[in-house]
């Protein structure tokens, strides 16, 4: 924390030709005897800041002091803005906007807030999804296990998780941590996630092997689809796969062939499309495309 203090206090120096302690004090919400360390912390760095005695004094960067207005460049400072403001659609707003204000904090500041890219990490259940970001960064922070109801493709289980953080990943927000039960590190879904509560027991935090923080990995792309799609559905396949993701073929037909993990979320992709789509590998979910349209026709008549 102090670095980010002593950083924030240099920019706002860089951006106002004067400020006073008190100023400083209540913009950090730290006393005047620690702005006062700060100040002498800024000096020993390298800094050269002057404090005025008197009516008007103060503190100011010397005059003539060669250093851009901003301890990071335009694009760094872009960068950081923008993710704080996506950050800031799934969390408690106070902290951030503090950070942003920090940042910013003039008329004459380095960098405007009106920003080019626009970041938006919530979702249509955004309320309990911040509720429970916030409730597992505080588990992270104080070490307490979190116990929640799950749920998929079996059913419901309650389990028990000692969480290390969480993450956005594959357009979804996940919780990643160690799972008792399973006595491995395992990641669960945010939106399947319910019930979350924190619990009184803690835990010492483990070393998480190498291979565990690979996510990519985690999905390994290990089954091979190949469907033809009707030409009006191009636009989609770019969507998701990107441009030239197919062949297309004489017949005007675009012939995908890519590799996926989950059997039942890419059936689920595929019959999406209706009629437009013809899968030729693997065999066995052509099989199940045709037992499910038989089905719908059943239950439809």
Not at 33 to 41: F, N, Q, S
Not at 222 to 243: C, H, Q, V, W
Request: aromatic residues 10%; glycine residues 6%; contains cysteine.
């Amino acid at each position: 924390m102090k670095l980010d203090r002593l950083l924030g206090i240099l920019t706002v120096l860089l951006q106002n030709e004067r400020v006073t302690a008190p100023y400083l004090a209540d913009k950090f919400e730290v006393t005047r005897r620690t702005i006062g360390r700060d100040i002498d912390a800024l000096c020993l760095a390298g800094i050269p800041v002057i404090t005025h005695q008197g009516s008007g004094g103060g503190i100011s960067i010397a005059e003539g002091f060669k250093l851009d207005k901003s301890v990071l460049t335009t694009d760094e400072l872009s960068g950081i803005i923008a993710a704080l403001k996506g950050i800031g659609t799934v969390s408690e707003k106070s902290q951030i906007e503090q950070t942003l204000d920090k940042l910013s904090a003039s008329a004459d500041a380095v960098l405007s807030l009106r920003m080019p890219v626009i970041i938006d990490l919530a979702s249509h259940y955004k309320g309990s999804l911040t509720e429970k970001i916030e409730l597992i960064k505080r588990a992270v922070n104080e070490k307490h296990c979190i116990a929640f109801d799950y749920y998929y493709d079996k059913g419901m289980t309650r389990r028990e998780l000692e969480p290390y953080f969480v993450l956005f990943k594959w357009t979804a927000w996940y919780v990643f941590g160690y799972c008792p039960m399973r006595q491995d590190f395992r990641m669960f879904k945010l939106q399947r996630l319910w019930d979350l509560q924190l619990l009184e027991q803690t835990y010492t935090p483990r070393d998480i092997p190498p291979g565990k923080q690979d996510f990519n990995a985690r999905l390994p792309d290990d089954k091979t689809l190949i469907a033809d799609f009707d030409p009006s559905m191009r636009y989609l396949l770019i969507e998701e796969y990107g441009l030239n993701c197919y062949t297309e073929l004489e017949n005007g037909n675009l012939r995908l062939q890519i590799g996926f993990t989950n059997y039942g979320y890419t059936r689920s992709w595929i019959l999406s499309f209706g009629d437009k789509v013809m899968v030729l590998q693997p065999p066995e979910m052509a099989e199940d495309i045709k037992r499910i349209a038989a089905n719908l026709l059943k239950s439809h008549e």
